[in-house]
């Protein structure tokens, strides 16, 4: 279950958003919502638009068209420092973790340019603070990044987003490669950041895993929206039937909001 309302304000709201790349339309008029304390999962087929959607929101492209607005504002990202900025934060599949350093100088690599540095009793502090924020399961932060397990390299990852204190967290394919026990990891961490109040943006194709942390599910095809869906009322037919097309916007939408056929 949410830990807030879903009928909270979104924090993060998209309209009519289009991304084309050449006489290829990536993205079309797609909308989505996320509500703090709120996992929206987005699925779809490959090819459906879903890695050029993170990318828009983490600022590696600029969306051709539509709107995004923060908390009711206007706003626009062209950038990754735009992202950041608005309190957005991205973890990639690939995560971008230097293996050879360990778990301290993962989080705060690059930070230590910044004007106010912190020294390395101060690192490990803060470096223990957001992994006990997590419940994380890591022995010790002096570890490098090479020993540890794929659900405990997610956690760094997600442990390194938090540090700019984002509002949103966009986790692109969390669990994949994963074994059972490492995601069963990565999903209580996933709660976790619900709990912390936070709007998880949570793209996958494990229906299993979207379905035992997602409150919404919104599904893509072919780049355009084609359902959003109540995780706790719809079923796992219904949602491959929206992800394949064997069912169409209008009827995947109504799905969603648990409407009768007269009703429309």
Known sequence: MSALPTTAEPVLSLRGISKNFGAVAALTDVDLDVAPGQVVAVVGDNGAGKSTLVKVLAGVHRAD??????????????SPADAHGLGI????QDLALCENLDIIENLFLGRELRPARLDEVAMEIRSWELLRQLSAKIPSVRVPVAALSGGQRQTVAIARSLLGDPRIIILDEPTAALGVVQTAEVLHLIRRLRDRGLGVIMVSHNMEDVRAVADRVAVLRLGRNNGVFDAADVSSEDLVAAIVGARDDTAARRAGRGEESGDE
């Open 89 to 92: 934060a991205t973890v990639f």
């Open 65 to 78: 068209g539509g709107s995004i607005t923060c908390d009711g504002r206007r706003v626009t990202i062209g």
